[in-house]
């Protein structure tokens, strides 16, 4: 596993305790799981995502993740409709670990209340968290 340092933690994008990411384009959010997440989840075997249309809440478990260690869920970061889900996962699910904030992205939502985005923490606070200092 990687040291802190080591991590990319880019600093334009939001961050949920449960180690989701999310990105602002314009109207909608896009989200993945964080160098963090993926490095600490070891090799990414299989990706279950949600249908198109689906609606969740902010804290909402979304879908799962499985690596050759474990089973981790997924939580929304906002609430809002799923728009888009990353179906290059379902055949290349190490996209996760290899591009986790490019092609490893794993859904877009239409979100229900973009202020929600201020809730989560920017990238100096998801370090410091991860350093225990949170």
Do not use: C
Not at 49 to 61: H, N, R, Y
Not at 72 to 94: F, K, Q, W
């Amino acid at each position: 596993m990687k040291e802190i340092q080591e991590l990319s933690i880019p600093d334009d994008l939001r961050y949920a305790k449960d180690h989701e990411w999310a990105r602002r384009e314009a109207d909608l959010v896009r989200v993945g799981i964080s160098d963090y997440a993926q490095d600490q989840l070891g090799d990414i075997v299989f990706v279950e995502l949600p249908e198109v249309g689906s609606v969740f809440d902010k804290g909402q478990e979304f879908g799962s993740i499985e690596s050759v260690k474990v089973v981790s869920d997924l939580y929304m970061p906002v609430g809002g409709e799923i728009v888009e889900i990353n179906t290059a996962l379902e055949e290349t699910p190490e996209l996760v670990n290899q591009q986790p904030y490019n092609e490893g992205w794993l859904v877009v939502i239409k979100p229900a209340d973009i202020a929600e985005l201020d809730g989560l923490m920017e990238q100096k606070a998801y370090v410091a968290m991860l350093g225990g200092e949170e």
